[in-house]
Every structure is written in structure tokens, then in C-alpha cells.
């Protein structure tokens, strides 16, 4: 079983993070969240481990 990675990890992250605000400009909240919601469901699949997966939705959760 492979750990959930939480330290850094992705190159040039202030990238990602202006390429993910530039797909949600201009769309309604509906819209935004169903992108968010294929998005989840893409990298759910791509990750395809259950534990990772489970490990991830504990974090999200207390991250709150």
C-alpha cells in the first residue's frame, strides 16, 4: 500500500494554481462545482488506490 503524499510535490505549483482559477472564471457556482466534481473523480481514478483515496478524505475532512 502506498502512503498518501501531503509534502510538496508538484513543480511549479503557483502555475497549477492560476491554470485551476483560470478554468472557473466566468462560470456560474454549478458550473464550478461539477468541474471540481469531474476533476475529483479524475485524479480519484488516476491515484486508483482505495487506502490513498481514504487517506485523502480523512485529511480533506479535518483540514476544515
Known amino acids: 500500500?502506498?502512503?498518501l503524499n501531503t509534502n510538496p510535490n508538484l513543480?511549479?505549483?503557483d502555475d497549477f494554481y492560476?491554470?485551476?482559477?483560470?478554468?472557473h472564471e466566468g462560470r456560474s457556482k454549478a458550473e464550478s462545482d461539477a468541474?471540481?466534481?469531474r476533476l475529483i473523480l479524475l485524479l480519484a481514478?488516476?491515484?486508483?488506490?482505495r487506502k490513498v483515496l481514504t487517506e485523502a478524505l480523512e485529511a480533506?475532512?479535518?483540514a476544515g
Open 1 to 3: 500500500m502506498t502512503k
Open 45 to 49: 481514478n488516476h491515484i486508483g488506490d
Open 60 to 62: 480533506a475532512a479535518g
Open 35 to 37: 468541474i471540481n466534481a
Open 18 to 23: 492560476a491554470e485551476l482559477l483560470a478554468l
Open 11 to 13: 513543480g511549479r505549483p
